[in-house]
């Protein structure tokens, strides 16, 4: 009996056991389930910090960070330096500095720089050679016969040998010198008193001169002491200058200054031909007056 018991209690333990068994695999299957839902929960609560809270609001993590919208705001105000996004082939519009209508190199609305009030530069008639005819040399050689101011130098001469000097030949002296409308002269070139027919042609810039009642050499206009009038000088493309006084009109022969252009006045050429008594200048039409108030 005591045999039988002992099987039937060990047919008895089985069944418990096997219970107890079938109870532990329940028990794991719910554990391994519990493990697979909690990885599940956790993934999907990575893939929610992404963008925030389960709506797309901002969230917080465990330890206490900002996630979401509010982290992408922070990280923006946080970097002053953040690339701006601009369409990689779209160029921001820029106004040009300049208006179309207007040449790139010129400035618009801009003026020449012109200086105003800005009279033009003068230029200083020249001064006279001679106010008196002790101030002029009377200067011969095989080629020359003429008047020299102080400090001028005669023209060259080929010739150093000759039997007589050209002023000797032509009878002029230093009684001849004269300063005639600031310029040494030495020549009489007035025909009034010329008593012999044809005068001699002369070329361009020279007039006959007189000697006695005849004709003489021909010589530089400037070089005479007066002339028949502003004719001569005309014609050899000098400037004329009228000594006026109560017993009449004197005419000189002078160059003109490049200042004076093509025509003469008081302005460029008055202060070196008005001189001495005769030092008022008045100009028409080129011709230059020189007048003597008390003469």
Do not use: Q
Not at 72 to 79: F, G, L, P, R, V
Not at 111 to 135: F, K, L, M, Q, R
Not at 168 to 185: L, M, N, Q, Y
């Amino acid at each position: 009996m005591t045999g039988v018991a002992g099987a039937g209690s060990g047919l008895a333990a089985r069944p418990a056991a096997a219970k107890r068994e079938g109870s532990g695999t329940i028990m794991r299957v719910t554990g391994i389930g519990a493990a697979v839902l909690a990885g599940l929960a956790l993934l999907l609560a990575g893939c929610s910090d992404d963008s925030g809270g389960p709506d797309g609001t901002d969230g917080t993590g465990e330890d206490g960070e900002v996630t979401g919208e509010a982290t992408a705001d922070a990280d923006a105000d946080s970097d002053p330096d953040a690339d701006v996004d601009v369409p990689p082939d779209v160029e921001p519009d820029v106004e040009p500095d300049v208006p179309p209508d207007v040449p790139p190199d010129v400035p618009p609305d801009v003026e020449p720089d012109v200086p105003t009030d800005v009279e033009p530069d003068t230029v200083e008639p020249p001064a006279p050679e001679c106010t008196a005819s002790s101030g002029c040399t009377l200067h011969t050689d095989c080629c020359n016969c003429l008047a020299l101011a102080p400090g001028e130098s005669p023209p060259p001469c080929d010739l150093t040998e000759c039997f007589v000097t050209t002023c000797a030949a032509r009878g002029i002296t230093d009684e001849h010198v004269a300063c005639a409308a600031g310029r040494c002269a030495v020549y009489t070139c007035e025909t009034d008193g010329v008593a012999c027919l044809t005068p001699p042609a002369c070329a361009v810039g020279e007039v006959a001169s007189v000697r006695g009642l005849c004709w003489g050499a021909c010589v530089p206009a400037t070089e005479c002491v007066s002339v028949d009038g502003c004719a001569a000088c005309a014609a050899a493309g000098l400037a004329c200058v009228e000594y006026a006084s109560r017993d009449g009109t004197v005419a000189h022969c002078v160059e003109r200054p490049a200042a004076c252009g093509g025509t003469a006045t008081c302005d460029c050429l008055g202060a070196g031909v008005c001189v001495g008594l005769f030092d008022v200048c008045s100009d028409d039409g080129g011709v230059l007056t020189c007048s003597c108030p008390t003469c």
